[in-house]
């Protein structure tokens, strides 16, 4: 069984900055690419940023400049950094990695609130 637990979401005045951390745990042998993506209330799921193993990075256009992913490998955490936050950078938050048990699977966490007030 594998977990994915995401912490860092919050309340920030436009401008501010959050930082995401997801971990994850469990019966892993390797994590290949994570990434975070968001949803904000009527619209669909979109990817925000991605990282391979080699931390070989990809964002969205509309959070390039202002997020960073990161990730620990160590530790089986991926970050995302995000600085100057809009009002539309407001959305759930969800983690997702593909993690290697005995076979590959994709696994998502159960999401944080990110709100951008203006």
């Not at 005045?13 to 019966?27: D, H, M, P, T």
């Not at 892993?28 to 904000?40: K, L, P």
Request: with cysteine; hydrophobic share 35%; charged share 15%.
């Amino acid at each position: 069984q594998v977990q994915l637990v995401e912490s860092g979401g919050g309340l920030v005045q436009a401008g501010g900055s959050l930082r995401l951390s997801c971990a994850a745990s469990g019966s892993i042998r390797t994590i290949n690419a994570m990434a975070w993506y968001r949803q904000a209330p009527g619209k669909q799921r979109e990817l925000v940023a991605s990282i391979t193993r080699g931390s070989t990075t990809n964002y969205a256009d509309s959070v390039k400049g202002r997020f960073t992913i990161s990730r620990d490998n160590a530790k089986n955490t991926v970050y995302l950094q995000m600085n100057s936050l809009k009002p539309e950078d407001t959305a759930v938050y969800y983690c997702n990695a593909e993690v290697v048990t005995y076979i590959s699977h994709y696994y998502w966490g159960q999401g944080t609130q990110v709100t951008v007030s203006s």
